[in-house]
């Protein structure tokens, strides 16, 4: 945990968004209504691309492999562009990460299975919205 962290990753279909959630002086940046107008841009800009399209670059699937194999693909991506470090950086800096995917788990093997490795589920579906948080910390 970085102790200076001030701000927060937000996943969403595969995509990761951040903002800045603290002051460097450690008060409050956002408000209740800024993280909502946020979270709803991340939503909207998020749900330009298919599900089916993001999930050919989703990194968060990576971390269910060993550690050590882990390490190993993380190295080749870092190694690649200092983008994908920086990236990485952010990520790993972060106070915390919110995932806001639309999942409504069956059942409790489902919902279990979806906080460990997330899902495979990669239809549309056009009835309401159910929002999931998981906190990745």
Avoid at 19 to 48: C, M
Avoid at 84 to 110: Q, Y
């Amino acid at each position: 945990v970085n102790p200076e962290s001030t701000h927060v990753v937000v996943l969403e279909n595969n995509q990761f968004y951040f903002f800045q959630a603290l002051n460097p002086d450690g008060s409050v940046a956002v408000n209740e209504d800024d993280i909502l107008e946020i979270l709803t841009a991340i939503k909207s800009d998020a749900s330009q691309v298919s599900p089916e399209l993001s999930s050919r670059n989703a990194l968060g699937v990576l971390t269910t492999l060993s550690r050590r194999e882990w390490a190993v693909v993380r190295d080749s991506i870092v190694s690649h562009s200092t983008n994908n470090e920086t990236s990485l950086e952010i990520v790993d800096g972060a106070l915390f990460v919110l995932v806001i995917d639309n999942v409504a788990p069956n059942s409790i093997s489902e919902a279990a299975a979806n906080m460990l490795h997330g899902t495979y589920n990669l239809r549309s579906e056009e009835h309401s919205i159910e929002y999931q948080v998981s906190l990745a910390t």
